[in-house]
C-alpha cells in the first residue's frame, strides 16, 4: 500500500487515510472515520444480542430439520 495520497502526495495515517484537510480525498476520510467509530460502539451491544437469538435459530432450524426428515420418511414408506 502506498505511505501517500494519491490526489495531494500528504502522507497517510496508519489506516491509510489522508489527513490533509484541503485534500479531496479528506472528506472520504471523515465519513469511513465516523463509521468506523459507529460501528465499534454498536459492535459489543449487537454482541449480546446476537449471542442469545444464534441459540434460538438453533433450536428453530433443527425443529424445521426434523419436520422435514419426518415428511421424508413418510414419503418412503408410503411408496
Known amino acids: 500500500m502506498s505511505t501517500r495520497c494519491p490526489f495531494c502526495g500528504y502522507k497517510l495515517d496508519t489506516?491509510?487515510?489522508?489527513?490533509?484537510?484541503?485534500c479531496a480525498d479528506y472528506e472520504r476520510t471523515k465519513i469511513l472515520e465516523a463509521e468506523a467509530a459507529k460501528t465499534a460502539s454498536t459492535t459489543s451491544t449487537a454482541t449480546a444480542t446476537a449471542d442469545s437469538s444464534s441459540t434460538a435459530e438453533t433450536v428453530t432450524n433443527s425443529a424445521a430439520?426434523?419436520?422435514t426428515a419426518a415428511a421424508e420418511?413418510?414419503?418412503t414408506v408410503s411408496k
Open 15 to 22: 489506516n491509510g487515510y489522508c489527513q490533509n484537510q484541503k
Open 73 to 75: 420418511n413418510t414419503e
Open 65 to 67: 430439520a426434523d419436520s
